[in-house]
């Protein structure tokens, strides 16, 4: 006997997916749903099965924004770059979307030389060092770039790179006078750039090696899936028993050029999926990230090897919640002198 709609959410809720898939394939003309099964998919890492089944809801739903972009992370993750920016652009649809206070266009693809562009950000710090490599593309096309960010943690790392800053707090606030802005999410698709350009945009000083092994066991506890990226206590003191901590609090880093300068001058980066690993993959330093079962972030592609930091080393757990055979990994790697980004 089957289950109801109900008892199939709640299974999702409860983590038995194998129930609750069971139960919304019985479903299969209601939106809600293969919905529900799109997301369970896609949250186990299915990418292909749940990238299907968004497609069937944006064929006959395709006003809903939140099914485009739940498709185009699925097509990200399976490196189906072309069509899969289009859709990215549903993230504009949806509450809470960015819209700049500025007096000029939106940059829609008009020749750029002689023209100043300020990029806007959109999502957390990671994502705004992970796409500040296509700053450098914008220039490239002779534009000349300010970069809206915040004045506490990323300006001075900006400037380091060359780049003109804009102090930005919130999405009210007035850009500064200039030709166009772009949101720095949606470059690939307004540069026409289909697969991720290189990385390694970020210079600094101080040695290159020679200092160790630097650990970032947590990420921010208000990102949206911090509970399966993050160590809890136990599981994050014995990965910080392998080196050294990386956080601000441990550091006295007062921004990312602070923490950037440290990771300089260490010989590896052993990191959750959070902003340092954006740091160190965009600074060219090897840089191991430790990767959930549950809800994978699209950049990490399918756990194995990512296009967007293809030097980077990645360690998934085999079950969720399962953080020490991925310590013991670790572990056992840096045994055996395997910290190279080649393996």
């Not at 089957?2 to 299969?28: K, S, W």
Request: charged share 20%; glycine share 10%; proline share 6%.
């Amino acid at each position: 006997m089957g289950i109801t709609f109900e008892e199939a959410v709640a299974a999702h809720h409860a983590g038995d997916f194998a129930a609750a898939e069971r139960g919304y394939l019985a479903f299969p003309t209601s939106r809600n749903a293969v919905h529900n099964l799109a997301t369970l998919y896609r949250h186990t890492g299915r990418f292909d099965e749940a990238a299907a089944a968004y497609r069937l809801i944006v064929s006959q739903y395709p006003d809903i924004a939140s099914a485009r972009r739940c498709l185009a992370v699925c097509l990200l993750s399976l490196r189906q770059y072309a069509e899969a920016w289009p859709f990215y652009e549903a993230r504009r649809e949806e509450a809470g979307a960015v819209v700049p206070a500025a007096d000029f266009p939106e940059w829609g693809g008009e020749p750029l030389a002689g023209r100043r562009v300020v990029v806007v950000p959109e999502q957390g710090f990671g994502d705004q060092m992970m796409f500040a490599r296509y700053l450098r593309e914008l220039e490239a096309r002779g534009a000349e770039v300010v970069v809206a960010c915040s004045p506490r943690d990323l300006a001075r790392l900006f400037e380091r790179c060359g780049f003109r800053t804009f102090p930005y707090w919130r999405a009210e606030q007035k850009l500064p006078a200039a030709d166009f802005w772009v949101i720095g999410n949606s470059l690939p698709l307004k540069l026409g750039l289909q697969a991720p350009v290189s990385p390694a945009y970020i210079a600094t000083t101080g040695p290159a090696r020679g200092g160790g092994v630097g650990i970032v066991a947590t990420g921010n506890r208000g990102h949206y899936n911090d509970r399966n990226r993050s160590l809890g206590p136990r599981d994050a003191a014995a990965l910080l028993e392998l080196g050294r901590d990386l956080s601000p609090a441990a550091t006295g880093a007062f921004d990312f050029l602070d923490t950037a300068d440290i990771i300089a001058g260490l010989d590896l980066v052993v990191t959750v999926d959070t902003s340092v690993a954006h740091l160190a993959g965009s600074m060219g330093k090897p840089c191991w990230v430790l990767l959930p079962a549950l809800g994978m972030d699209w950049r990490w592609n399918d756990g194995v090897r990512s296009d967007w930091y293809p030097a980077a080393r990645l360690f998934r757990q085999a079950a969720a919640g399962d953080w020490a055979s991925v310590i013991a990994s670790v572990r056992s790697a840096l045994a055996t002198g395997t910290e190279s980004t080649t393996w």
